[in-house]
């Protein structure tokens, strides 16, 4: 028997892995915010499985629920035929989340990830409106399958597809060519809403409030209230991918809440599960709701595990001081991450992102990536975004105390310290 551990994942699992070449340990226990390796090392988690893990890891109401279930043999694998489990989310999703913010949305289950739920969203666009184009927005990332290939931006990514991905236009993302929202608009808008331009009229326009994988850039409320006006004025629809800003993330629990906008499709994953458990949904307000039976479907749409934990987690959503303490907790790190600006000049550091979507962009090369491996080496799990990887992001579940958010930003500093002064 080998004495490296790391030995088996480099010789027979595939080259294509990469969170096991970014923390080069093997895991073994995990509870909210804390990770523990085979050797009983223990990390904290400012990752929190890139946003799938919001409410940290083997919470213990959900994990009581799971296994109550579990024990009673309730149906584990049911496609979309109706089942318990499924009915108590669609009944707590609708009575916690839905009705209180004044939404209608039907709830469709495409399938266990992220790009399954972008990839209906994508399909009932077009069907709904006839037409094959969608918009989406300068370092947008939507998912891995080729539809949600044809709307992400990152070079790397789409060249992995290996065919030509069409049927999409890319326009600019708020600040990515101007400040002011008024001259951006002017230049989208002379694209899409004038006559000439060559550009084909859109079924609808996808983005993400806080882009997650392009660099933790943040839209302005304004920004976004002008893309859904001009959704509106142009005939097309609004998507908004909330799979990784969503659930608590970006502050409440859509994303896109403070700035008061309806999309029309929204596209939800990751943290929807509670536990880490496979899950997606995509709300579509009713009158799009077009799709004939059976007309977009999978195998796994149907994972009650899922639900049971997913319903549990709703649980914190009907207590008004979890979000208050989402935000409380918000200003702590950003004002931790401007202390670290100033402190680290050699950084070349600029904020990015909100809620407990944060992080540092460097314009040092290399320097976020060294942050987030000197980091790893003082305890404390995180990763980076960007083209570039040029941001370190902190992903702390939503739950964490100031016991551990303070530590964990403790660890990061020296990481920082460490990272500057090679």
């Given at each position: 028997?080998?004495?490296?551990?790391?030995?088996?994942?480099?010789?027979?699992?595939?080259?294509?892995?990469?969170?096991?070449?970014?923390?080069?340990?093997?895991?073994?226990?995990?509870?909210?915010?804390?990770?523990?390796?085979?050797?009983?090392?223990e990390?904290?988690?400012?990752?929190?499985?890139?946003?799938?893990l919001?409410y940290?890891?083997?919470d213990?109401?959900?994990?009581?629920?799971?296994i109550?279930?579990?024990?009673e043999d309730?149906?584990?694998?049911s496609?979309?035929?109706?089942?318990?489990?499924?009915r108590?989310?669609?009944e707590?999703?609708?009575?916690?989340?839905?009705e209180?913010?004044?939404?209608?949305y039907?709830?469709?289950?495409?399938?266990?990830?992220?790009?399954n739920?972008?990839e209906?969203?994508?399909?009932?666009?077009?069907?709904?409106k006839?037409r094959?184009?969608?918009?989406?927005?300068?370092?947008?990332?939507?998912g891995?399958?080729?539809?949600?290939?044809?709307?992400?931006?990152?070079?790397f990514?789409?060249?992995?597809?290996?065919?030509?991905?069409?049927?999409?236009?890319?326009?600019?993302?708020?600040?990515f060519v101007?400040?002011?929202?008024?001259?951006?608009?002017?230049?989208i808008?002379?694209?899409?809403?004038?006559?000439?331009?060559?550009v084909?009229?859109?079924?609808?326009?996808?983005?993400?409030?806080?882009?997650?994988?392009?660099g933790l850039?943040?839209?302005?409320?304004e920004?976004?209230?002008?893309?859904?006006?001009?959704?509106r004025?142009?005939?097309?629809?609004?998507?908004?991918?909330?799979?990784?800003?969503?659930?608590?993330?970006?502050?409440?629990?859509?994303?896109?809440?403070?700035?008061?906008?309806?999309?029309?499709?929204i596209?939800?994953?990751?943290?929807?599960?509670g536990?880490?458990m496979?899950m997606?949904?995509?709300?579509i307000?009713p009158e799009?709701?077009?799709?004939a039976?059976?007309?977009?479907?999978?195998?796994?749409?149907?994972?009650?595990?899922?639900?049971?934990?997913?319903?549990?987690a709703?649980?914190?959503w009907?207590?008004?001081s979890?979000e208050?303490?989402?935000?409380?907790?918000?200003?702590?790190?950003?004002?931790?991450?401007q202390?670290?600006?100033?402190?680290?000049?050699?950084?070349?550091g600029?904020?990015?992102?909100?809620?407990f979507?944060?992080?540092?962009r460097s314009?040092?090369?290399d320097?976020?990536?060294n942050?987030?491996?000197?980091?790893?080496?003082?305890?404390l799990?995180?990763?980076t975004?960007?083209?570039?990887d040029?941001?370190?992001?902190?992903f702390?579940?939503?739950i964490i105390?100031?016991?551990?958010?303070d530590?964990?930003l403790?660890?990061?500093?020296?990481?920082?310290?460490?990272?500057v002064?090679?």
């Amino acid at each position: 028997m080998t004495t490296n551990k790391m030995q088996v994942f480099e010789e027979k699992e595939s080259a294509v892995r990469s969170y096991s070449r970014s923390f080069p340990t093997v895991f073994h226990k995990a509870k909210g915010y804390q990770l523990w390796d085979e050797a009983n090392n223990e990390f904290i988690d400012f990752f929190s499985g890139a946003g799938a893990l919001n409410y940290g890891h083997n919470d213990e109401r959900m994990k009581e629920k799971l296994i109550e279930y579990i024990k009673e043999d309730g149906i584990i694998h049911s496609l979309d035929m109706a089942s318990k489990a499924r009915r108590e989310f669609l009944e707590a999703f609708n009575s916690t989340i839905l009705e209180p913010r004044n939404m209608d949305y039907k709830v469709m289950f495409p399938g266990p990830t992220g790009t399954n739920s972008v990839e209906s969203a994508l399909k009932l666009a077009r069907k709904v409106k006839g037409r094959t184009n969608i918009v989406s927005f300068t370092n947008g990332f939507h998912g891995m399958t080729l539809g949600s290939l044809a709307v992400t931006s990152n070079e790397f990514k789409r060249a992995g597809a290996g065919v030509p991905l069409g049927n999409a236009l890319t326009m600019p993302y708020d600040k990515f060519v101007h400040e002011s929202v008024e001259t951006q608009m002017k230049h989208i808008r002379s694209f899409l809403d004038r006559a000439g331009s060559g550009v084909d009229k859109p079924a609808a326009i996808i983005l993400e409030t806080v882009q997650g994988e392009g660099g933790l850039n943040a839209a302005s409320n304004e920004w976004l209230q002008e893309i859904e006006r001009l959704c509106r004025d142009i005939d097309a629809l609004l998507i908004v991918d909330d799979i990784q800003a969503g659930v608590g993330r970006a502050g409440s629990f859509f994303s896109f809440e403070s700035a008061g906008i309806n999309p029309d499709i929204i596209c939800m994953s990751k943290s929807i599960g509670g536990y880490g458990m496979p899950m997606a949904i995509t709300l579509i307000r009713p009158e799009l709701d077009q799709w004939a039976p059976g007309e977009h479907n999978g195998t796994f749409r149907g994972n009650a595990p899922a639900f049971v934990t997913a319903t549990a987690a709703l649980e914190y959503w009907k207590d008004p001081s979890f979000e208050k303490e989402i935000a409380r907790k918000s200003d702590k790190i950003t004002a931790f991450l401007q202390k670290m600006i100033e402190k680290y000049p050699a950084l070349k550091g600029s904020l990015r992102g909100r809620g407990f979507i944060q992080g540092i962009r460097s314009d040092v090369e290399d320097l976020a990536n060294n942050v987030s491996w000197h980091s790893y080496k003082n305890g404390l799990i995180m990763e980076t975004a960007g083209p570039n990887d040029e941001v370190f992001k902190l992903f702390p579940p939503l739950i964490i105390d100031d016991e551990g958010l303070d530590e964990g930003l403790r660890r990061l500093e020296l990481g920082i310290s460490d990272a500057v002064s090679e």
